[in-house]
């Protein structure tokens, strides 16, 4: 095993690698074909990469594999790695960007792994290094990992656009969770935190101040809570729009769905950004409340879900569970704007009183 033949397994594997990289090149640069490959192929293909990890696995099981048999299972390897690649790529004919980003990111994970692997199988080659042999499993393992995934790929535009509102739905829920953990500050516990501090050591410094600082005062609690009715209503309306958008799967018909898939999209990029004010509202509670940053996400808010009405109303449905939860949002946005509004009125007033009392 001289060290000519694992320079020229590095020289073989090199040229390989530079392929796949050309191809993922010029598949980025052009459009799919007309002819649409179905998914289930891209899954059976990847089924068959899976085979070609479990060989290359089996390769050092036991006595060090051959120079040759290294080659040819690197060979062998990338040439349905190579048909993998084509397959996923036609197979986002008539895609939407949303599952367009799905199947982009499976094969990626895919590629990696198999990069990975080959690597791998190659480093080993001459080593003497028993335990880095031991390592071989993991490498094949990620692979067959990476194409089981391909499964849980979505099938449909509207399945993947359905997938991507839910995780707004469910960043949301969590924004949620962390209001309701916020509380109101208390006197007596302020007292003894004093007391806390005059006889602690540094090292509770960090804790106490982290009690502290998370506490809201009774004005800042009441935004909070509004919030939390905001977030909650938001909450409501995207979820009522995913039952909405799942009635309507029957309408996505494969060779005239354009029209309604952009709406989808609209949709899931106005409740993309409706998520994030909601990310915004939740950062913005933590005292000193930032009481316009607050006001700027409502008013974006309200926006959004006209925009959304509007673009639901589109479609040759209506849903008065839909129509109620935007009406129950809105509601809750004046709410708050409304307490906004007095309490900017009333910390100025504090401060004008303020300012008389030391003159």
């Not at 690197?74 to 986002?92: D, M, P």
């Not at 949303?98 to 990069?115: A, G, N, P, R, Y």
């Not at 494969?254 to 949709?267: R, T």
């Amino acid at each position: 095993m001289g060290k000519s033949e694992k320079e020229e397994l590095y020289r073989v594997l090199t040229a390989h690698l530079d392929t796949i990289h050309e191809t993922l090149q010029v598949l980025d640069q052009t459009p799919p074909s007309l002819e649409k490959v179905t998914w289930p192929q891209v899954i059976q293909i990847g089924e068959q990469l899976s085979k070609q990890a479990t060989i290359a696995g089996m390769l050092w099981n036991g006595k060090a594999p051959e120079t040759k048999e290294i080659e040819e299972n690197i060979a062998s390897y990338f040439n349905v790695l190579q048909g993998f690649l084509l397959l996923s790529h036609g197979s986002t004919v008539s895609a939407s960007p949303t599952l367009s980003s799905s199947i982009h990111e499976s094969v990626k994970q895919v590629v990696d792994c198999s990069f990975r692997l080959m690597k791998e199988s190659v480093s080993l080659y001459g080593s003497r290094n028993k335990d880095k042999k031991m390592s071989m499993p993991q490498f094949v393992g990620a692979v067959w990992e990476a194409c089981s995934a391909l499964k849980k790929v979505p099938a449909t535009n509207v399945v993947a656009i359905g997938r991507a509102m839910t995780q707004v739905a469910v960043s949301m829920k969590d924004v949620l969770r962390e209001i309701k953990e916020l509380k109101p500050e208390s006197s007596d516990l302020k007292d003894e935190a004093s007391d806390d501090t005059r006889i602690s050591g540094p090292e509770d410094d960090d804790l106490i101040e982290d009690d502290i600082g998370s506490d809201l005062s009774p004005e800042e609690m009441k935004i909070a809570q509004l919030a939390q009715g905001v977030v909650s209503e938001t909450l409501v309306t995207i979820k009522e729009l995913i039952r909405l958008i799942t009635s309507l799967l029957k309408l996505e018909i494969p060779d005239d769905n354009s029209k309604f898939v952009d709406s989808l999209e609209k949709l899931l990029k106005t409740c993309q950004g409706m998520g994030a004010q909601i990310d915004e509202i939740g950062a913005c509670l933590y005292p000193p409340q930032e009481i316009a940053a607050i006001r700027l996400a409502l008013e974006k808010i309200s926006s959004s879900i006209n925009e959304v009405q509007i673009e639901v109303e589109s479609f040759q449905t209506s849903s008065d569970s839909f129509v109620e939860a935007c009406s129950g949002l809105r509601t809750v946005l004046k709410q708050m704007e409304s307490e906004l509004d007095h309490y900017g009125t009333s910390e100025l007033a504090s401060k004008m009183q303020n300012v008389a009392v030391n003159d």
